[in-house]
């Protein structure tokens, strides 16, 4: 599940949704989304991406309806942190349906 790009990149993006857009009972100590998916990674790498992929996937769909103002000042956050931003994370995890 696009093996090109660059898995860093891809978590520094995770970090920043889950940090803004994640609902504050998912963040707990013993369940914090970043944390399961750095439990993954040493032995289940590839388990791991596709995880990063569908977690990635799931934040996009929810900011269909951001205007495009905020989707820009999403994108400069993103890319100070050197993430991909929702602009191109739109573009690469929109789910299909969505496309037509």
């Keep these: 599940m696009?093996?090109?790009l660059d898995y860093a990149r891809?978590?520094?993006c995770f970090?920043?949704?889950v940090e803004h857009y994640a609902p504050a009972?998912?963040?707990?100590?013993?369940?914090h989304p970043v944390k399961l998916l750095e439990r993954d990674e040493p032995s289940r790498m590839?388990?791991?991406?596709?995880?990063?992929a569908v977690a990635i996937a799931d934040f996009v769909d929810g900011t269909q309806d951001f205007c495009r103002e905020r989707?820009?000042?999403i994108d400069?956050?993103?890319?100070?942190?050197?993430?991909?931003t929702l602009s191109f994370s739109r573009e690469h995890f929109t789910r299909r349906r969505?496309?037509?």
């Design 15 to 17: 970090e920043y949704f």
């Design 2 to 4: 696009f093996p090109d």
């Design 25 to 31: 009972e998912l963040i707990t100590s013993g369940s």
């Design 76 to 84: 400069r956050d993103l890319q100070k942190r050197d993430a991909y």
């Design 98 to 100: 969505d496309r037509i």
């Design 46 to 52: 590839s388990r791991a991406r596709r995880a990063l």
């Design 10 to 12: 891809l978590k520094r």
């Design 71 to 73: 989707v820009s000042e």
